[in-house]
């Protein structure tokens, strides 16, 4: 299972229109973003303070691993955090509260959590449904340790038209329900989706929902599904993205065809992976590094094999990346 969570929803990449015009003048405008005030003479940044890399567990999900032994996995092989699908933490044994006490026991960080609540749908019968569960799923987190969620446009992918302010509103909604809860929701750009496809999409929400734990969960290949590219990383301030998945894609691949299967490890495809981590390192990004990928061929080898090589060329890609200069 990827994020193409219902089958058939990825579309085809929309002409640039009045809308995503209007978001990117926005996204040059408003105090969400930083300046220049961080860049650097430097030219590697796998030393900036603060960052961290992590496993998401899709990574090797296709290995049915317990959650229990997808820790250990972790630790040999050297991340700092684990970034686990929900439905993983309801299956761990002795409940969320046996997990947490395996977590206490682990060196690990619980960066964030995958889940697919249903919270930006216009249908509120569904939408309360999906605030319900995006609750419970909220109060998993919070008892394994975590303090944040992937909040991406579950259930509305295959929606065109939701306007800025509808979606700000709804986003506001489940920030406050995270401030009661303590875990904060990160919006995720899908590239797949006709809701919240691009970066712009997503800067524009969280600044219009006027709140103050608003923040944006960016993943390579979205970026490159939805047609977004890159360079929009380095106007956002990194103290508003607190995750960045990591992966990279093959060459002669366009974004419609792209798909999640298609992530390979960073530096094994052509994404420029140097210049977005100088851009995020410029931009005072600290986070968590979170290695996000779908492959079937790495889902056929050792667990353990693959999370090592993951982080090798998570760390090695990241170390190559430099600062663009003024």
């Known amino acids: 299972m990827d994020h193409e969570v219902p089958a058939g929803l990825s579309g085809m990449a929309p002409r640039l229109g009045r809308r995503d015009v209007l978001h990117a003048a926005l996204v040059a405008s408003v105090p969400f973003l930083s300046g220049n005030e961080r860049r650097s003479s430097e030219g590697a940044h796998s030393m ?28 040999q092989a050297g991340y ?17 509260d046996g997990l947490a006490r395996r977590l206490r026991d682990v060196p690990l960080k619980v960066e964030s959590a995958i ?8 249908d509120p019968e569904r939408r309360g449904r999906g605030l319900e569960r995006l609750k419970r ?19 509305a992918t295959d929606v065109a038209g939701l306007s800025v302010a509808v979606m700000a509103e709804r986003y506001r ?8 809860m303590g875990v904060v929701p990160q919006l995720e750009v899908w590239g797949f989706s006709r ?11 969280a600044i219009e929902a006027d709140h103050r734990h608003a923040c944006i969960l960016a993943d390579v290949y979205h970026l490159f599904k939805g047609g977004s590219g890159f360079a929009g990383l380095r106007l956002l301030n990194g103290r508003a993205m607190h995750v960045f998945h990591v992966n990279d894609f093959p060459a ?29 390192a410029e931009a005072g990004f600290a986070g968590a590094l979170s290695l996000e990928v779908f492959n079937a061929d790495y889902w056929k080898r050792p667990a353990l094999d693959v999370a090592r090589e993951g982080l090798r060329k998570m760390r090695a890609a990241w170390a190559r990346g430099e600062t663009p200069l003024r």
């Open 80 to 96: 700092d955090g684990i970034e686990p699908w929900i439905e993983e933490i309801e299956r761990a044994q002795g409940g969320p």
């Open 137 to 155: 799923d909220m109060d998993l987190v919070a008892r394994i340790g975590g303090t944040r969620i992937a909040a991406p446009p579950a259930g």
């Open 195 to 205: 809701t919240l496809r691009r970066l712009s999409d997503a800067v524009a929400v």
């Open 173 to 180: 909604a489940i920030l406050e329900l995270g401030s009661a």
């Open 115 to 122: 889940g697919f609540a249903e919270w930006i749908v216009d």
């Open 48 to 75: 900036t303070p603060g960052i961290r890399y992590c496993l998401n567990t899709a990574t090797i999900r296709g290995q049915k691993l317990p959650i229990e032994e997808i820790l250990d996995i972790a630790v």
């Open 252 to 280: 002669n691949i366009s974004p419609d065809a792209i798909r999640d299967a298609d992530r390979v490890f960073p530096g094994d495809g052509v994404a420029p992976i140097s210049t977005i981590s100088g851009d995020l």
